[in-house]
């Protein structure tokens, strides 16, 4: 059985570029463009993995992040945060997070889907 | 007076056999005495005193009168035996209790002194003195009689009492006291000053009237006792007087002539010092009134202010200083020169002194009263202070102007620090926006590049289907562009956060071996590229670093890469560390393409680029060099290049303290 990814993103050249990865890299997927929407999905789905993007257009990743952590069905999903910056004002914030680790954009193609299966199975930051 | 109360002889009369002192007299000695003594108490502690005393006098002149009276009239008053009665056999006693005719002139001249003296105008005093002088010759008489025996002189005329001993003495001293009452007086004051005539009397008197005394009581004794005869006296005593004459000249001369050479000494300094006063007073460059202090006459002038007020010294002279218009400024009335009496001092800072050419000059005035010969005299000093005051005004004015100067001064430093101040908050704010800025465009412009590197890998890995040899090309082509385009957006906000100071180091202690053998075998798929073998020469002894490990790793690798990218195949590079009290220094090397002299600054400036624009590679951005340094001196070190010239190869150095991070 495939492993399941969501992927929570409001680009959708970069949802697309990052299922598309996914898909090849043989995940199944799911997509969702808002936190609020993500965090409903992730309750319905029970994903494998969370792929989020640190900058929504709705609430901070973190804050997602916080609100999943406490639910019992999405507590212990991997969170792959991807975010274009690099101030690194976030890490902080990140590493409060149980399972959550952090991919800087551009995602490196060749490595992506490799990085989230590592995550799944407990990978350096899980 | 007790004597007569309780009868006792002893006390009446000297000796038995002489006459007796009257009860009157002694009643007008007591008078003489209390009254001498009235005038010698201050009169702040008797205010009645001097009444008193007057009174007193009045008495024994009244006493001494009405004796003189009985005699001239030869009639009995019924004064002589008021207080007591006297035997008839008195010895030497015209008219039993009657005092002695030469008693009653003297006590009627000397009551009348007494009287006068206890007058409060000193000008009656020559009189007084002159009244006791027949008191003292009348006393004498009778002294020297009973001293020499010579009876005639003590009993008087036969119609009278004789003077009594004491009497006589008392008489003596009553002449003595009333002369020396007032000593400073008449004749007195001639005896009591300071002079050589004061000084003579003082001295020799005393010796005048007891030496010839005591050379005639010796004769007479001589005589009488027969140890020498009349011839002998006579010619001792004139020998004597001769001595004693010629001895007083002697000496009266040589404390004359004494006298006069200091006059004339004193004299000569004090012409000495008139003329140079006078010098002075006519050089001055200030000018000088003197006036007379009791009349306010103008005495002399200067030439100076002779000059200054434009008057001939006619108008001054013999004036009274309120009369010159010329000093209404100062003295202007009777009543100013009376103020300025008072005082003794005046002085006046700056009065308008009008010419007789009508100008005004601004003079300083200055008063003193001095004492000349015992006159007071009233020196005025005027002064032209024309200049002084033009010098102050000069002063004031610069004094002004510098305080101008400095206020304005002042103010556009206050100005400039204000637009100094609006400047700093301008460039904070300025920097904090640009950072901001920066930070948003990385965000924003890594957004899309993120989509063209990452949908030309996919691409150009072929994930969805082969491509042919110009796609993929092509391809690679926009990869390439994009990964260029990201790493430059990367730098350009390393260098912004370096320099806004967001840049925070990660500082902790690690093993610098092991982070320069990490940095060689990143670098090593390069460096066997380009068939180069790095020379390495590294201390086991190098310890640890107290430093961003993440960053300084990240330096040497660019140092590393860049020499090995700008040396030719088969070139060298060499990578070298180094370690003393200071710091441990790293230097990377190579023979490669080097640097002019002049370009070696350059190269840290930002997107400074070295060699042929056309032989470049499209990796670099310019920026390396540029945040290597500056990271560097974020933690307190040092980095520079060396080269010996263009093609002659490179060497980059930085240290890094020991002490670590200066945070």
């Not at chain 2, 009237?209 to 004794?221: C, E, Y």
Request: hydrophobic share 45%.
């Amino acid at each position: 059985m495939k492993q399941k990814v969501l992927i929570i993103e409001d680009n959708w050249k970069n949802r697309m570029l990052e299922k598309d990865l996914l898909e090849i890299g043989g995940f199944e997927v799911v997509e969702a463009i808002s936190d609020a929407a993500g965090i409903l999905l992730a309750r319905k789905e029970k994903p494998d993995a969370i792929v989020m993007d640190m900058r929504l257009s709705d609430m901070r990743g973190t804050q997602a992040a916080e609100r999943m952590r406490q639910e019992s069905e999405t507590r212990d999903i991997p969170i792959i945060f991807v975010t274009a910056s690099v101030i690194g004002e976030w890490m902080e914030e990140i590493r409060a997070i149980p399972k959550a680790m952090l991919l800087t954009k551009p995602v490196d193609t060749r490595n992506f889907a490799r990085e989230i299966s590592l995550c799944i199975r407990g990978g350096p930051h899980g | 007076m007790l004597g007569w109360a309780l009868d006792i002889p002893a006390l009446k009369s000297v000796a038995p056999g002489l006459v007796t002192m009257k009860a009157n007299t002694a009643l007008c000695f007591v008078f003489i005495g209390a009254a001498l003594w009235l005038l010698q108490v201050k009169r702040r502690n008797a205010p009645h005193g001097p009444l008193m005393a007057a009174l007193l006098g009045l008495g024994v002149f009244g006493i001494g009168l009405l004796t003189l009276l009985e005699y001239l009239l030869r009639r009995d008053l019924g004064i002589d035996q008021v207080l007591f009665k006297e035997l008839s056999d008195a010895v030497l006693t015209s008219s039993p209790g009657r005092m002695a005719f030469n008693t009653a002139i003297n006590f009627t001249l000397t009551g009348l002194a007494l009287f006068l003296l206890a007058s409060p105008k000193k000008d009656r005093v020559p009189f007084v003195q002159i009244l006791m002088v027949p008191v003292g010759i009348l006393a004498a008489l009778s002294f020297v009689g009973y001293l020499y025996h010579a009876e005639p002189l003590f009993i008087g005329p036969h119609f009278s009492t004789a003077m009594a001993l004491h009497t006589a003495v008392l008489f003596l001293a009553t002449f003595l006291g009333l002369l020396f009452c007032r000593p400073c007086c008449g004749v007195m004051a001639q005896v009591s000053s300071d002079a050589i005539g004061g000084k003579v009397m003082r001295r020799l008197l005393p010796a005048t009237i007891l030496i010839p005394l005591f050379l005639g009581w010796l004769k007479l004794h001589w005589e009488k006792t027969g140890v020498a005869s009349n011839e002998f006296g006579v010619s001792f005593v004139a020998t004597a007087n001769l001595t004693l004459v010629t001895l007083y000249v002697a000496v009266l001369s040589f404390w004359l002539n004494k006298s006069e050479s200091k006059a004339t000494a004193l004299a000569a300094t004090l012409a000495r010092s008139e003329i140079s006063y006078r010098r002075l007073f006519e050089a001055a460059k200030d000018g000088i009134l003197l006036v007379d202090f009791e009349t306010g006459l103008i005495v002399d002038v200067n030439q100076f202010l002779i000059d200054l007020g434009g008057y001939p010294k006619s108008e001054f002279l013999g004036k009274r200083l309120w009369e010159i218009h010329f000093l209404k400024e100062m003295v202007p009335s009777k009543e100013a020169f009376l103020k300025l009496k008072a005082q003794e001092y005046a002085r006046y800072e700056d009065l308008p002194l009008e010419t007789k050419l009508g100008y005004k000059t601004p003079v300083e005035f200055v008063s003193n009263v001095y004492r000349v010969d015992g006159r007071k005299v009233i020196q005025c000093n005027i002064r032209d202070i024309t200049e002084r005051k033009r010098a102050e005004e000069a002063l004031r004015k610069h004094q002004e102007h510098l305080e101008e100067l400095v206020r304005a001064r002042t103010a556009e430093l206050e100005l400039s620090n204000q637009k100094l101040k609006t400047t700093a908050e301008d460039l904070r704010r300025a920097s904090k926006a640009k950072t901001e800025f920066l930070a948003n465009m990385s965000h924003e412009f890594r957004t899309p590049l993120s989509s063209v590197i990452g949908f030309s890998e996919v691409l150009y890995d072929q994930k969805f289907g082969p491509l042919n040899e110009r796609q993929k090309q092509y391809t690679q082509n926009i990869l390439t562009s994009g990964r260029h385009l990201l790493s430059l957006i990367n730098d350009v906000l390393d260098v912004s956060k370096v320099e806004s100071g967001k840049m925070v180091l990660e500082v902790s202690l690690f093993s610098v071996q092991a982070c320069l053998e990490e940095v060689l075998r990143l670098t090593d798929g390069l460096a066997y590229s380009k068939k180069i073998n790095p020379l390495v020469e590294i201390p086991q002894d190098l310890g640890e670093m107290l430093a961003d490990q993440r960053k300084i790793k990240q330096i040497i690798y660019n140092l590393m890469s860049n020499a090995i990218k700008f040396t030719p195949a088969g070139g060298k590079v060499g990578l070298r560390a180094r370690k003393d009290d200071a710091g441990i220094e790293i230097t990377v090397w190579d023979t490669g393409i080097g640097i002019a002299a002049e370009e070696l600054e350059r190269v840290f400036e930002p997107f400074t680029r070295l060699g042929d624009a056309y032989t470049q590679e499209t990796e670099g951005t310019g920026l390396g060099l540029t945040i290597s340094r500056k990271i560097v001196e974020l933690h307190g070190g040092k980095m520079w290049i060396e080269s010996a010239g263009a093609g002659l190869g490179t060497s980059v150095r930085f240290k890094i303290p020991t002490g670590g991070v200066s945070k």
